[in-house]
């Protein structure tokens, strides 16, 4: 088992919001970028929102930008994914994955080192 643990996810209608939290029970280093991704069935992993450990800079994939916020939590070694304004779209599985050393905002599925086991979130319309 993995030591990236994503919690939060459930049935939300169109327009609410959910918090997705993935805690790390190792510690976090500066070096670290952590992100989350999310899948559907049949389609490939998709990058949603990057933060960086040290310096906290983020990056959003398009179709999330202004809805989606994405935080840590240095002290619990956790970070958080802030959703507003769900979509049916926004629904899938949700991964929460580390960048063990970071050199640019890690964007894609292979910069990432260490994965969680995702969390199911779905949007009714």
């Known amino acids: 088992q993995g030591h990236l643990v994503e919690s939060g996810g459930g049935l939300v209608q169109a327009g609410g919001s959910l918090t997705l939290s993935c805690a790390s029970s190792?510690?976090?280093?500066?070096?670290?970028?952590m992100g989350w991704f999310r899948q559907t069935p049949g389609k490939e992993r998709e990058f949603v929102a990057v933060?960086?450990?040290?310096?906290?800079?983020?990056d959003y994939a398009d179709s999330v930008k202004g809805r989606f916020t994405i935080s840590k939590d240095d002290a619990k070694n956790t970070v958080h994914l802030q959703m507003n304004e769900l979509k049916p779209e926004d629904t899938a599985v949700y991964f929460c994955?580390?960048?063990?050393?970071?050199?640019?905002?890690?964007?894609?599925?292979?910069?990432?080192?260490?994965w969680g086991q995702g969390t199911q979130v779905t949007v009714s319309s």
């Open positions: 190792k510690h976090i280093f500066s070096t670290y970028a």
């Open positions: 933060i960086t450990w040290s310096w906290g800079s983020t």
């Open positions: 994955a580390a960048d063990k050393h970071y050199v640019h905002l890690p964007l894609n599925e292979a910069d990432y080192d260490y």
